[in-house]
C-alpha cells in the first residue's frame, strides 16, 4: 500500500477542468488498488497574480517541495499575450517553478491509440507504429539565460546557455530510456549555426561511447520538423534543449490525433510534476468540451513513474483505450464517422473512464 | 528586352545538379522571349573551403554585388556536422552571404500543385486549397549574435538580438504582401518566454496599424507547428524571426508534398538570391535523382521578384505544371499511384520542363 501526498495545481483556463477529472481517476486507483493518496491544492499563473500578485507564491513553492508528485494543468492568459509590456506574467510561474524543482527532464510520449488512427491529419499510413519518446531539456537554453532590453529599449536580446553538466544528465536519461525500448536515439539541435547546440553535439556524441548498444543519429532542427510529419515511424527516442523540444512536441502531437491526448513528466532532483502538454486554452475555458485525456494520461504517467506504481498505470492507460475503443470521443478527437451521441464533454468523458477503470 | 548579369553559385552537394537545370531554364526563356541573360559563377561552402580556405571568398562576394541576380544551390557537408568542434563550416559562408547582402527578408511560398495533392503524408482533405507565404527574417537573431564559450570551454552561449528596424522592415514586407493576396497575417513569436519575441510582437503590433485592411494574429511558435499541420488553410502570410522561420518552413514544405518542390527568394538591400529551401543533400548527390523543381521554381521567383518578368515567370510555373500533370515525378513526389515509366532523374525533369516552355 502506497501513502502519497499530491499536489493538484490546475493553475489557468482548462486547467482546472481536466485536473479535476484527473483527480478523481488518483481517487479510483486508490480505492481499487488500496493507496492512500491525501491531496492539497495551490495557486499558480494567472490566478495566481490576480489572488497574491505573484505567479509563484512562495506557499505554492513549498508545498510542491513537501509533496511527493504534482499534478499541474496550465498557465496563460490571453491578457498577457496582447500586452508583450506586462512584467508580470503567468509563464514566469511555470518557469520559475520548474528551476525551483529543478525538473531538468521533460518526458513526452508521443504514442497514437489505434482507435484514433483516423482522427490525425496525418495520413494512417504514415502515423500507423510511430511511438516516440521525447525528452526536452526543461531548465536551460534561452528560457533562462539573461534577457533585456538595450539602445533605450530599442534592442531586445535573449542569452542562449548550456554547460556540458546541463547537456550529460538529459542525454544519459535519453539513453538510458532508449535502452528500454527499440535502441535508437535521435539527437536534435542547430550545430551548423548555434554554438549551444555544437556543445550539445559534442556531449551527446560523448555520452553515446557509454550506450554502444543504442544506435544514435543527430538530426538539425529544421530536418526534424519535416521528417516528424514526414516519417513519423523512424524515430524512436528523440532528446532536444528546451525550445527545439518546445516547438517539436507541440508539433508531435498531430502524430497523436491532438494536442488533447498528450501527457508529460517533468522530472529532476525532486517532487515530479504532471502535465498535459496543451496549454490553457481559454478559447474553450469553461464550456465543458475540454478533453482531460491528457490529464488523465499524466497520472498514469505519475504512477508509474513517481510512484513505481506500473499496474496501476496501466490500469489508467486501458481504460482510456477502452473507452476510445467503445467509441466515446470529445470534439477534439471526433471526426465525421463518430456518431453524435459519442462525442461528449470533458466530465463525461472522465466518468466514462472511471467506469472502466472500476 | 531584359539584360541580366547572373551569377550561379552551386555550392555544395547536390547544389551542381539542380543549379545546372535551373540555368537551362533561364536559357530557354531568354531564347523564347529574347532577353539577355549572361552568366558567372562562383563559389561557396565546402567547395570554396577546398579551393581556398575559406566559405566564402571575397572574389565570390564581389561578383555577387556586382550581379542582378544570384541563382543559388546549397551548402554543407557531413565532415562538419560530424565535428561540432570545426572552427571553419561552409554554412558561415552562407550566412555571411545574406549578411553581406543585407538579404533580410527570405520569401518562401508554400503552394501545393494539385497533382501533388496524393504525395504529401498529410490528408489531401486537410492540403485542398493551402496557399501560404511565408517571410522569414534573415539577418538577425541567434544566427548572427554572439555566441562562443565560456568556464574552460564548459558552457557555450548563444545572444539572440532583435532591434526595432529589423523587425519593423520586414513586418511591412509581410503586410504589402498581405494586402495582394488574402489580407490575413500571421505573426508568429514565442512573446511568453523571450524577450526578443515581446518586441517583436510589439512591433508588429504597431506597424499592424498602417494596414487596418489587413487581418492579424499573433501565435506562438509551439502552437504554429502545430497548426500548420492540423489546419494548414488558416494560413496566408505568415512573418516570423530567423530561427522560427527556419524551422517552420522546413515543416511546411511537406504541405507541398516534398522539400524538393520549395523554392525561395532572399532579398533585401541589393542583389537579390535565389534557392532552394532544400538542402546539400549528400546522400543522394551525385546520383541524379535529386529533384530540380525547386531550383527552377527559383528561377521563376527570381524572371518575378528581380526582373519584374511576370508573364516569363509564369510561363516557368506553368511549364512544372504540365509537366506533373503529364504524370511525371522525381523520386522523392512518387507515391505508389505513380507508373515506373514516369520517374525521372534530374535531368530528365528539366529536359521536360524545358519542352513544356518551349
Ligand atoms: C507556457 C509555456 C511557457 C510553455 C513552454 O514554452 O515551455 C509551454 O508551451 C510548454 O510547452 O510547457
Ligand atoms: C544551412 C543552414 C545554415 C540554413 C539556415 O538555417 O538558414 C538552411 O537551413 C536554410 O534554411 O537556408
Request: glycine letters at 8%; hydrophobic letters at 40%; a negative charge.
Amino acid at each position: 500500500m502506497a501513502n502519497k501526498k499530491i499536489l493538484v495545481v490546475p493553475g489557468d483556463g482548462i486547467g482546472k477542468e481536466v485536473t479535476a477529472v484527473g483527480k478523481l481517476v488518483l481517487d479510483a486507483i486508490a480505492q481499487k488498488y488500496h493507496h492512500q493518496f491525501s491531496y492539497d491544492t495551490a495557486l499558480i499563473g494567472h490566478v495566481a497574480i490576480e489572488a497574491t500578485g505573484t505567479p509563484l507564491p512562495d506557499e505554492s513553492l513549498t508545498k510542491m517541495k513537501q509533496s511527493d508528485a504534482v499534478l499541474f494543468g496550465a498557465v496563460g492568459h490571453p491578457k498577457y499575450d496582447n500586452d508583450p509590456t506586462a512584467k508580470v506574467r503567468p509563464e514566469q510561474g511555470l518557469l520559475k517553478m520548474r528551476k525551483e524543482l529543478g525538473l531538468y527532464a521533460n518526458i513526452r510520449p508521443i504514442k497514437l491509440f489505434d482507435e484514433l488512427l483516423d482522427a490525425s491529419s496525418i495520413k494512417p499510413e504514415i502515423l500507423k507504429g510511430a511511438d516516440i519518446l521525447f525528452f526536452r531539456e526543461l531548465t536551460g537554453d534561452i528560457y533562462f539565460g539573461e534577457k533585456g532590453r538595450k539602445n533605450n529599449g530599442n534592442t531586445a536580446f535573449d542569452v542562449a546557455e548550456y554547460s556540458r553538466y546541463e547537456i550529460e544528465r538529459i542525454a544519459r536519461k535519453a539513453f538510458e530510456a532508449a535502452r528500454t525500448r527499440r535502441k535508437k536515439l535521435c539527437s536534435v539541435d542547430k550545430a551548423n549555426v548555434i554554438e549551444t547546440s555544437r556543445l550539445w553535439r559534442e556531449v551527446v556524441q560523448q555520452v553515446a561511447l557509454d550506450y554502444p548498444d543504442v544506435t544514435v543519429e543527430h538530426q538539425f532542427v529544421d530536418a526534424t520538423a519535416m521528417l516528424l510529419i514526414k516519417e513519423p515511424t523512424r524515430f524512436d527516442v528523440v532528446v532536444t534543449a528546451n525550445l527545439f523540444g518546445d516547438i517539436l512536441t507541440d508539433e508531435a502531437s498531430q502524430i497523436a490525433g491532438s494536442m488533447g491526448m498528450l501527457a508529460s513528466a517533468s522530472i529532476g532532483d525532486g517532487t515530479g510534476v504532471y502535465e498535459p502538454i496543451h496549454g490553457s486554452a481559454h478559447d474553450i475555458t469553461g464550456k465543458g468540451v475540454a478533453n482531460p485525456l491528457a490529464s488523465i494520461l499524466s497520472v498514469a504517467l505519475m504512477l508509474d513513474i513517481s510512484f513505481g506504481l506500473t499496474t496501476e498505470s496501466n490500469a489508467v492507460i486501458a481504460a482510456v483505450d477502452a473507452v476510445l475503443k467503445a467509441g466515446y470521443r470529445t470534439r477534439d478527437i471526433a471526426n465525421s464517422s463518430t456518431q453524435a451521441a459519442n462525442i461528449v464533454g470533458t466530465e463525461q468523458m472522465g466518468q466514462l473512464v472511471l467506469a472502466y477503470l472500476k
